[in-house]
């Protein structure tokens, strides 16, 4: 458990329905895959969505492409890591234009 907030940690591999069912997938209202393996995002969402078609799935992405794909399949939104950085770059740029 999380020391702070009790919540429960499930340890394994995300992309195995095992996993998936250990951690309550079946009756959750959102699954966060934040984990920094893409492969395993990508193959935990139709998994997921098999067990749970009304689940909210946010997925952890690198590329826009592959954001694209997780919604394909099933991610109802995405966290692309190239965006997110892109709008950093952005946001120190204009910080220090004069």
Do not use: W
């Amino acid at each position: 458990r999380c020391g702070h907030t009790g919540v429960p940690i499930i340890q394994g591999d995300v992309a195995d329905e095992a996993t998936l069912r250990r951690a309550g997938v079946e009756h959750a209202d959102v699954l966060l895959l934040l984990v920094p393996d893409e492969k395993a995002v990508l193959a935990a969402i139709p998994l997921a969505r098999k067990l749970n078609d009304r689940l909210r799935i946010v997925a952890r992405c690198a590329y826009t492409s592959s954001g694209l794909e997780a919604h394909r399949i099933g991610a109802n939104e995405t966290i692309i890591a190239e965006q997110v950085v892109a709008k950093e770059v952005q946001r120190l740029l204009e910080a220090h234009v004069v």
